[in-house]
């Protein structure tokens, strides 16, 4: 299947650099977004990689590695607004599968 | 400004009714989706249409029904048999089909079904 997988729930300081993972187990996805979900609202775009390599967006950072069917978003910099949930989404054809998301708490 | 409105932001439902979310878009784009949020869960695909008069069943389009008249609208109607129809409904859409540019969401609709 398109299983994606992500952790479920990470915690981190203030100020701190975080990296969440996220893997696939098929090579059906041609494109990985990472969206940022506050909670009880909308999903909102965060970064996107269509090829090897780090994606750079100030203080957000995504990597892709096709082959290894592997991603990570890196935030830098946290701030108490940077908790929320993270989604990490394969695209084919413009349609995009997600995964559960990953509930990160950011403390002082 | 350009944006997806849902409407209504709360849906209350009696068990047995069935009941249509809106969903429009001004941002011209030609691909909406629509996806289920359950609590703690990521979003599944239920319809996506990449083109007016055109759609396709996603991953859960069971008890569901859609139509795309409309570049800018996309409503979706939840049906009396759909088993399990309290969730947080989300609206998307994104520029051309077939490509892979990311989504625009709507603020959602919370539907409650008792």
């Known amino acids: 299947g398109q299983n994606i997988d992500q952790p479920t729930e990470m915690t981190a300081t203030e100020g701190a650099i975080v990296q969440i993972n996220c893997t696939y187990q098929?090579?059906?996805?041609?494109?990985l977004f990472w969206y940022q979900q506050h909670a009880g609202e909308a999903p909102t775009f965060l970064s996107y990689?269509?090829?090897?390599g780090l994606e750079e967006k100030g203080r957000f950072s995504s990597f892709l590695s096709r082959s290894k069917g592997y991603s990570y978003l890196l935030l830098k910099e946290l701030q108490m607004k940077d908790s929320a949930s993270y989604l990490c989404?394969?695209?084919?054809?413009?349609?995009?599968?997600f995964g559960d998301g990953t509930t990160l708490t950011v403390k002082p | 400004d350009g944006g997806i409105t849902q409407s209504p932001k709360y849906l209350f439902r009696k068990e047995g009714q069935n009941v249509t979310l809106s969903c429009e878009q001004n941002l011209n784009h030609d691909a909406m989706y629509w996806y289920r949020q359950d609590p703690g869960q990521g979003l599944r695909l239920i319809y996506y249409s990449q083109i007016v008069n055109d759609f396709q069943k996603g991953d859960i389009a069971e008890g569901y029904s859609v139509s795309r008249e409309k570049k800018e609208s996309f409503p979706l109607t939840v049906t009396s048999a759909q088993k399990n129809p309290t969730a947080f409904y989300l609206c998307?859409?994104?520029?051309?089909?077939?490509?892979?540019?990311?989504?625009?969401f709507g603020n959602g609709t919370r539907l409650t079904v008792t």
């Open positions: 998307a859409s994104s520029m051309a089909p077939g490509i892979n540019s990311p989504l625009h």
């Open positions: 990689n269509v090829l090897d």
């Open positions: 098929t090579s059906g996805f041609n494109g």
């Open positions: 989404a394969g695209t084919n054809a413009g349609k995009s599968t």
